[in-house]
Structure formats: C-alpha cells, structure tokens
C-alpha cells in the first residue's frame, strides 16, 4: 500500500474509470436473477443499475456482471417485465 | 505608492477582495461581517469585479458553495464571524481537507449563548483545529495586507489550503482608520492567475472529489495536512517579503515589540495588542523591562520561533480574548507548548480578557504588567490563571 507522500492531494481520484478495480460484487446480500422468459429488452435495469453491473451487447443485455453489482435491487424495481411476470428476481445470497 | 485613506476594518476587506477579484464569493450576512459582503456585493452590481456572487440561505450553504466553486478550479472567498463560523464547522473540516485554499475574512465574535454580538476570539479559537491557516489583524492596514497576502499564501503549491483572515469585530471591523490601500493593478499582478490542481471543471481530465476513504489510507491523508501545514512558516515569510516589495510594509510570523531586552513579556492578539503597546511603552519608560508579541500566524503556530523570541524573559504573561472553560486560554496553551521546544521555563501567567466585546483598557494592561512585576520580584504565581475586568 501506498505512504502519504504518494498518494494525491486531498483525497482526489485523478483518474476516471477505476470503479471496475474494486469488486463491489462482496457487499451483495440479495442477487439479482435474470429470467430472459420475461425480458422483454428495455434496458431499464442497464439504465438505472447505479453500478454498471447489467452487461449489454450490441443492444442487447445479457446477465448480469456479479463481480460488481452489490444487490440493491433496484434493477428488479423498475424491470417491468412481460405479463406482469418480472424479468429479475431478488434471491437471497446462500439460498 | 498607495493611497491613504478612512476606512473601516469591513470597508478595507471589501476593498481587497475588490482587487483580488475572486471567481466566486458566496455571500451570507451576520454581524458584524455583514458589511463586507454588502459592500462587495454593490462591487458586483456595479460591474466592478467579475465574481459570480452566490447568495445563499446558510453559513453551511456559503461553504458549501465554496467548496463546489474551489473544487471547480476558481479562485474562492466569503466572510463570517460567530455563529456563522459555528454553523459552517462540518464544512470547515471538508475545505481543509479537500486542500482548497478557500479565503474567508472572520470578523471576530462571541459565541451564544447568551446572544453577544461583539468582539472576541471564541469563534475562530473553536475552529484552530480544523485544518485552515489562521492569520490576526491587529487593524484594517493588517486585516486588508492580510487578505491580499492571504490568497498567496493559501494557493501555494507547497500548502493548498484555505486561510481565515481574523480581525475585531466592531473594535476594527466598524471604527474608521487611517490607512494605505495599494493601487488596484499592483494587487491584481501580485495575486496573479490561480491554476488549481485538479479543476472539476477539467471536463478532458475528470477527477472524483470527497470519495469514502477507510482506515486503509485516511490517516496517510491527515498526515499529508499536517505536512502542507508545515510548508506554511516559509511560505508565509516569502509572501511577507514579496509584499514588502510592493507595499512597503514588513510582516513577519509575529511581531515583536520592545522584547530583546525584555525580563516580562505579554503575548496578546489583535486590536488589544495597540493598547498593550501603549502601556509597554510607560513601564519601559518608569525602567521596567516589557515587552510584547503580537502573534501574526496562529494556524500553524511557530512554535519555535515564539520560543525564541520570549527567550530571554524570566515572566510570560498571555493574554486571550476566548476562554477554554476549565483549561487555559487558546493562546496561553500555544505558548506554553513553545516553550517545549527549547526547554526554557518561565513564570507563566493567564489572563482572560474583553470577552462579548468588554472594552480592553490601558488599567487592565497595567494591572497585568504590575501583577508580572510582582510575579517578578518573589519567583512566585499566585493564580495562574485569572479574569481582567470583570465584576467580582
Ligand atoms: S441489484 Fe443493483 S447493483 Fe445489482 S444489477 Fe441490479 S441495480 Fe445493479
Ligand atoms: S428491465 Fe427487465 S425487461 Fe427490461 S431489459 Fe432489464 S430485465 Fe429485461
């Protein structure tokens, strides 16, 4: 680990994109289960994961990413789903 | 050469901020500061600087604002006084230790309760261990001088950090003086362009500010605010001399006055410290030798140098114009530390004095003096810490 002397001023991250390096996925008490039955590709969840953590391909989302999401549910809120059925479900981590 | 002039201590800060010309200001009144950013409010108005003024409902906002403008990248000021410097306190920590060197004039007040709202020290005393530079005005000439060599000081690449600008509200703030102002150009080419470390506003280089730091690495942080702190002493002695260059007038971490010579010496801040000087003067002329110093650099404090300049004194007196109920004054434990760094042991004494703005008069430096006399003749305190002019 770094000394104070190099480290930078004030607490600053002078550098943009290092999110990725930390591995948020360990604070997870809830995972987030994708059901592709029910998805009906709106992005939503892609939109409003405040991680980044809903990966997505040439338009298209695929699973999730669980090295980072930190399970806070709020892909599962705002997914509307298909029929009322959700595409992402809750799931206790360890059950 | 400049211009002189009366002015009141709040009209000479107005002034300086005028010529420095910040960025932003955030702007929010309380008494006695009020004037001086009513004044420089009329400056922006009237299309005389090109700050963008923020008006905001809470001393916290104004802070706030000023850190949002400081990280920004822009060169940042306000101004408060007591209860304003109270209700900024979180943010106060957050400036310092975001390293921005934010400038903020303190017009020195009481703190409530009960509601008090005339000069003394217990405002910034309570904010010495936040993390900012603290300079003392004596008068409007040093509050104004202090302001100009403030920003300098605060944007040092060595220090990056903000500076209080301490003055006596009312007692300097409201009394007009004579004084000097330097010509707007000279002050404009002294404080010169400010280029921050890392500008938010940097949109090709972004940077995060005020990211969680955990036990891992936030104490390394802490120790990098005590090293900018130590960098201040030099700094503050280069920028003193570069403005004796343009103004003529000499500043030093202290002041020292009558003290080479000095068997009983006084240590007192601000205004209190004319009237002091005053009284110096006549026990020197009745034989007895009094001197005084006049701390300039509060935050960090020169330990060292304190020390050595009381050396010869068998008898130290400090006076404090705020009081640590159950401890010493502010300034008294300061000194006291000094004396740590080369083991001289004087006969120390603490007064508390002109507290909500009780007038300091020429009795009670004298009553100070003769009872150090005394403490003089018999090598014996008595009480060691007391009260000047209040009702038993
Ligand atoms: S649970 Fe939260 S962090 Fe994880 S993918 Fe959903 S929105 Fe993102
Ligand atoms: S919000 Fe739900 S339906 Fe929309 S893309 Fe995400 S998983 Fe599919």
Redesign the interface.
């Known amino acids: 680990?770094?000394?104070?002397r190099d480290?930078?001023?004030?607490?600053?991250?002078?550098?943009?994109g290092n999110a990725v390096q930390y591995n948020t996925g360990s604070w997870r008490a809830f995972r987030p289960v994708w059901k592709p039955e029910n998805c009906i590709q709106c992005l939503f969840c892609w939109i409003y994961c405040p991680d980044g953590a809903v990966n997505v391909k040439d338009g298209k989302r695929e699973d999730f990413d669980y090295l980072h999401c930190k399970g806070c549910g709020i892909c599962a809120n705002e997914c509307p789903g298909k029929k009322g059925q959700k595409a992402i479900v809750m799931v206790e981590e360890g059950k | 050469m400049g211009k002189k002039l009366a002015l009141t201590g709040n009209q000479a800060v107005a002034t300086a901020m005028k010529q420095i010309n910040p960025d932003v200001c955030a702007a929010y009144p309380i008494t006695p500061q009020t004037e001086i950013m009513q004044r420089f409010a009329t400056f922006v108005a009237d299309g005389e600087v090109d700050t963008e003024l923020i008006t905001v409902e809470s001393e916290h906002s104004a802070m706030s604002a000023c850190i949002g403008a400081a990280a920004g990248g822009g060169r940042v000021m306000t101004a408060t006084s007591s209860q304003g410097l109270a209700l900024m306190w979180e943010m106060l920590y957050i400036a310092s230790?975001?390293?921005?060197p934010i400038v903020m004039p303190v017009v020195n007040r009481a703190l409530s309760a009960p509601i008090n709202i005339h000069g003394d020290h217990s405002d910034s005393m309570g904010a010495r261990d936040s993390g900012w530079i603290q300079l003392y005005s004596e008068n409007a000439q040093e509050a104004y001088d202090n302001v100009i060599q403030a920003v300098k000081i605060g944007e040092h690449p060595d220090v990056?950090l903000p500076v209080m600008v301490c003055m006596d509200g009312f007692i300097i703030s409201h009394s007009i003086e004579s004084m000097e102002l330097l010509p707007d150009d000279v002050v404009k080419e002294f404080v010169g362009e400010y280029r921050a470390?890392?500008p938010l506003l940097d949109v090709d280089?972004?940077?995060?500010?005020?990211?969680l730091?955990l036990p891992?690495?936030y104490?390394?942080?802490k120790?990098?605010q005590h090293?900018a702190m130590l960098h201040v002493k030099d700094v503050v002695l280069e920028v003193a001399k570069e403005f004796e260059r343009i103004s003529g007038r000499s500043y030093g971490l202290f002041e020292s006055y009558r003290l080479d010579d000095a068997e009983i010496a006084v240590v007192i801040l601000n205004s209190a410290a004319g009237t002091m000087k005053d009284v110096v003067d006549s026990y020197r002329d009745r034989g007895i030798k009094v001197g005084l110093l006049k701390p300039r650099l509060f935050r960090p404090f020169p330990y060292r140098e304190v020390a050595e300049a009381l050396g010869n004194a068998k008898v130290v007196g400090v006076l404090d114009r705020a009081d640590s109920f159950g401890g010493f004054g502010p300034t008294y434990m300061e000194v006291a530390s000094a004396f740590t760094t080369n083991g001289a042991r004087p006969l120390m004494l603490n007064w508390i004095y002109g507290l909500g703005g009780r007038d300091f008069m020429p009795e009670h430096a004298e009553q100070a003096i003769q009872q150090m006399v005394k403490v003089l003749e018999t090598g014996e305190v008595e009480v060691q810490k007391d009260y000047l002019g209040v009702r038993e």
Do not use: N, S
């Open positions: 680990m770094k000394g104070w480290i930078p001023m004030g607490g600053v991250i002078p550098d943009a | 230790g975001m390293r921005l990056r470390t890392y280089h972004p940077v995060t500010y005020g990211p730091v891992d690495y104490m390394e942080f120790r990098q090293e």
